[in-house]
């Protein structure tokens, strides 16, 4: 799909066109809204001691174990899995979300005894950690990142954790990948312009009128905004992202809008196997997998 210039999106508020993406809507690491207060970084500090040193844990479960690594890029969300793990908070846990081709999630604190059919995403601790969000650190194949509800500051959840499955892409998936992110951009942000009480009112004095030209005019001058805004939104990737998503896979729909503060060292076979596990229709398996959390190193 060719990228369509904001031109042609400004005209269609003028000849009444509507913009579907053809690029459907991904499934997303998804936690319910809590009331919970976004932890002061001064405070997380003091979670656990802060260490350069690289940081590894295990997860045991039925299906063997996963070995990971903490990024000392994101300190707060380091530390803070470090406490938690460290006192036990995950262990007999659930992985409640699962969805094949693209991650397994975890850490929700009422899982651990929760009925079968009860439905699991909503717990949290009283707290959220501050975004940490690298350009660097992507959702390759066995990212570790938190999960979080839809704050507009992209604050994680306090414990709710997933790890990347993904799929791999070819050169051209991820063109037509970024083409179709990009369409939906500029489609969201001519709407949410051009939906403003204060353009609305103009564009609705201009019909009244019946005045195109003058509508077409204004619609155009308010192009140069909507430049400057795209280009802080446009999704390219980088060398980085085409590597990674091209040779393991991974889910990049998800860069820029999730924290990831570790990776997967081995064990990749333990997250295929949980990944492909039956699911009711909340993508709970059918089957609870429990985990255990052990700091290594």
Excluded: W
């Amino acid at each position: 799909m060719k990228n369509v210039s904001l031109k042609i999106f400004l005209a269609a508020v003028i000849t009444g066109f509507t913009f579907i993406s053809a690029q459907q809507p991904k499934p997303k690491p998804k936690q319910q809204p809590v009331k919970t207060v976004v932890l002061p970084v001064n405070e997380i500090k003091k979670i656990a001691p802060v260490s350069t040193a690289v940081q590894m844990f295990e997860i045991e479960t039925i299906y063997g174990k996963m070995i990971f690594k903490l990024y000392n890029e994101t300190p707060l969300h380091r530390d803070n899995f470090i406490k938690l793990a460290s006192n036990g908070f995950y262990d007999s846990l659930l992985f409640h979300r699962v969805i094949p081709m693209f991650m397994i999630q975890g850490g929700d604190p009422d899982s651990k005894y929760a009925k079968k059919d009860s439905l699991l995403g909503n717990g949290d601790l009283n707290y959220r950690i501050p975004e940490e969000i690298n350009k660097n650190l992507i959702h390759k194949r066995g990212a570790l990142a938190a999960a979080r509800d839809d704050n507009p500051d992209k604050a994680s959840s306090g414990c709710q954790f997933y790890i990347v499955q993904g799929k791999k892409y070819t050169p051209t998936e991820l063109n037509n990948f970024r083409n179709g992110y990009n369409y939906k951009t500029k489609t969201r942000l001519l709407q949410t312009i051009s939906n403003s009480d204060s353009v609305m009112a103009k564009i609705d004095d201009f019909k009244m009128r019946g005045d195109k030209e003058g509508l077409h005019s204004y619609m155009l001058g308010l192009q140069p905004k909507m430049e400057e805004i795209y280009k802080t939104q446009e999704l390219n990737f980088s060398a980085i992202q085409t590597s990674a998503y091209s040779s393991i896979g991974g889910s990049p729909h998800l860069d820029g809008n999730y924290t990831v503060f570790g990776e997967m060292l081995a064990g990749f076979n333990v997250l295929d196997s949980i990944a492909v596990v039956k699911t009711d229709a909340n993508n709970r398996p059918l089957i609870d997998v429990r985990m255990k959390v052990k700091i290594i190193k």
